[in-house]
């Protein structure tokens, strides 16, 4: 599957922002969706991920209660709504998939986009 995310920008401390993650492949439905970010000079780090039939769903504690992953299979995409954001949320963000159950560490994911970058500004 190849993976293309897109959506990120410079925005204001409090602000929004959706991130989207288009896969092409015809079995996409069949992966855990996740997105990680990584941020200068840090390691990539794992922030949401939604298992293959939107049923079940897991975040950083960091970003809990202001990001929600969601997918669309329809239009084979994955979304990272963002809210009240902050600076410490700067990164690139990455989409990934793997199959079977999400995992937090990246090495347990098979496939990577190209990353999008977020600047929170304070």
């Known amino acids: 599957v190849q993976l293309q995310a897109s959506g990120g920008g410079l925005v204001q401390a409090g602000g929004s922002l959706r991130l989207s993650c288009a896969a092409s492949?015809?079995?996409?439905?069949?992966?855990?969706m996740g997105w990680f970010r990584q941020a200068p000079g840090k390691e990539r780090e794992f922030v949401a991920a939604?298992?293959?039939?939107?049923?079940?769903?897991n975040a950083a504690d960091s970003v809990k209660g202001r990001f929600t992953i969601s997918r669309d299979d329809a239009k084979n995409t994955v979304y990272l709504q963002m809210i009240s954001l902050k600076p410490e949320d700067t990164a690139v963000y990455y989409c990934?998939?793997?199959?079977?159950?999400?995992?937090?560490?990246?090495?347990?994911?098979?496939?990577w986009g190209q990353g999008t970058l977020v600047t929170v500004s304070s």
């Open positions: 990934a998939a793997r199959y079977g159950g999400a995992g937090v560490s990246v090495s347990e994911w098979e496939y």
């Open positions: 492949g015809r079995t996409y439905s069949r992966y855990t």
């Open positions: 939604i298992s293959w039939s939107g049923g079940s769903t």
